[in-house]
Protein backbone atom coordinates (compact mmCIF):
# COMPACT_ATOMS: atom_id res chain seq x y z
CA UNK A 1 0.00 0.00 0.00
CA UNK A 2 1.86 3.33 -1.24
CA UNK A 3 1.50 6.29 0.82
CA UNK A 4 -1.03 8.00 -0.79
CA UNK A 5 -3.52 4.87 -0.45
CA UNK A 6 -2.81 4.77 3.35
CA UNK A 7 -3.35 9.03 3.58
CA UNK A 8 -7.08 8.37 1.55
CA UNK A 9 -8.02 5.52 4.35
CA UNK A 10 -7.29 7.75 7.20
CA UNK A 11 -10.17 9.87 5.14
CA UNK A 12 -12.11 7.13 4.37
CA UNK A 13 -11.83 7.35 0.91
CA UNK A 14 -10.88 3.29 0.27
CA UNK A 15 -11.78 2.91 -3.72
CA UNK A 16 -12.48 4.22 -6.44
CA UNK A 17 -15.87 4.24 -6.24
CA UNK A 18 -15.45 6.70 -3.06
CA UNK A 19 -12.87 8.62 -4.39
CA UNK A 20 -14.96 9.54 -7.67
CA UNK A 21 -18.11 10.61 -5.47
CA UNK A 22 -21.54 10.97 -6.93
CA UNK A 23 -20.92 12.65 -10.31
CA UNK A 24 -17.48 11.38 -12.14
CA UNK A 25 -17.29 8.64 -14.76
CA UNK A 26 -13.95 5.90 -14.07
CA UNK A 27 -13.09 2.34 -15.32
CA UNK A 28 -12.07 -0.06 -13.41
CA UNK A 29 -10.63 -3.18 -14.16
CA UNK A 30 -12.83 -6.67 -12.80
CA UNK A 31 -10.14 -9.61 -12.33
CA UNK A 32 -12.72 -12.17 -11.60
CA UNK A 33 -14.27 -10.97 -15.02
CA UNK A 34 -11.05 -10.10 -17.37
CA UNK A 35 -12.52 -6.95 -17.96
CA UNK A 36 -12.66 -2.88 -17.84
CA UNK A 37 -15.91 -1.81 -16.56
CA UNK A 38 -16.83 2.15 -17.23
CA UNK A 39 -19.00 3.30 -14.40
CA UNK A 40 -20.99 6.57 -13.29
CA UNK A 41 -23.29 6.29 -10.60
CA UNK A 42 -27.02 6.67 -11.45
CA UNK A 43 -26.86 5.71 -15.78
CA UNK A 44 -27.02 2.46 -16.60
CA UNK A 45 -24.56 1.51 -19.73
CA UNK A 46 -24.88 -2.01 -19.23
CA UNK A 47 -25.53 -4.18 -22.50
CA UNK A 48 -26.78 -6.93 -20.49
CA UNK A 49 -28.25 -8.02 -16.86
CA UNK A 50 -24.79 -9.14 -15.37
CA UNK A 51 -22.74 -5.89 -15.99
CA UNK A 52 -24.63 -4.33 -12.92
CA UNK A 53 -25.28 -1.08 -15.07
CA UNK A 54 -21.59 -0.72 -15.97
CA UNK A 55 -20.41 -1.06 -19.76
CA UNK A 56 -17.97 -3.66 -19.81
CA UNK A 57 -14.81 -4.36 -22.31
CA UNK A 58 -13.29 -7.75 -22.49
CA UNK A 59 -10.00 -7.77 -24.52
CA UNK A 60 -10.71 -11.01 -26.55
CA UNK A 61 -10.28 -11.08 -30.13
CA UNK A 62 -9.83 -7.49 -31.09
CA UNK A 63 -6.52 -6.29 -33.24
CA UNK A 64 -3.46 -4.36 -32.59
CA UNK A 65 -0.39 -4.36 -30.07
CA UNK A 66 -0.11 -4.65 -26.61
CA UNK A 67 -2.14 -7.26 -24.25
CA UNK A 68 -5.51 -7.85 -24.80
CA UNK A 69 -5.93 -6.42 -21.48
CA UNK A 70 -4.27 -2.80 -22.52
CA UNK A 71 -6.59 -2.95 -25.73
CA UNK A 72 -9.83 -3.32 -23.81
CA UNK A 73 -8.50 -0.24 -21.57
CA UNK A 74 -8.15 1.71 -24.87
CA UNK A 75 -11.43 0.61 -25.65
CA UNK A 76 -13.12 1.93 -22.51
CA UNK A 77 -11.32 4.89 -22.76
CA UNK A 78 -12.67 5.55 -26.00
CA UNK A 79 -15.67 4.47 -25.46
CA UNK A 80 -16.06 6.90 -22.20
CA UNK A 81 -14.43 9.80 -23.95
CA UNK A 82 -17.12 9.77 -26.51
CA UNK A 83 -20.14 9.37 -23.92
CA UNK A 84 -18.87 12.18 -21.56
CA UNK A 85 -16.36 14.31 -23.24
CA UNK A 86 -13.44 13.51 -21.21
CA UNK A 87 -10.23 14.41 -23.66
CA UNK A 88 -7.25 12.80 -20.78
CA UNK A 89 -7.33 9.54 -18.53
CA UNK A 90 -5.20 9.54 -15.47
CA UNK A 91 -4.92 6.85 -13.33
CA UNK A 92 -5.86 7.02 -9.87
CA UNK A 93 -4.45 6.03 -6.59
CA UNK A 94 -6.74 2.82 -6.44
CA UNK A 95 -4.91 1.56 -10.02
CA UNK A 96 -8.54 2.82 -11.74
CA UNK A 97 -8.52 5.47 -14.38
CA UNK A 98 -10.71 8.94 -14.87
CA UNK A 99 -10.44 12.50 -15.74
CA UNK A 100 -6.86 13.19 -15.34
CA UNK A 101 -7.92 16.81 -14.33
CA UNK A 102 -10.18 15.17 -11.62
CA UNK A 103 -7.93 12.98 -10.21
CA UNK A 104 -5.13 15.85 -9.96
CA UNK A 105 -7.40 18.51 -8.17
CA UNK A 106 -9.14 15.07 -5.93
CA UNK A 107 -5.55 13.74 -5.11
CA UNK A 108 -5.08 17.08 -4.05
CA UNK A 109 -7.88 18.25 -1.86
CA UNK A 110 -6.93 14.76 0.08
CA UNK A 111 -3.82 15.25 0.77
Not at 49 to 57: A, L, Q, V
Not at 97 to 107: C, L, P
Request: net charge positive; with cysteine.
Amino acid sequence: MSKLTEKFREKRVDNPYEFYGELEPYIVYHPSRLCWAVIKRGVNMGQAWYDNGCRTFMGFGMPGEGTRRARALLEAQAWASEKFGIKEWARDPFGSYGEAEFVKRRIKELK
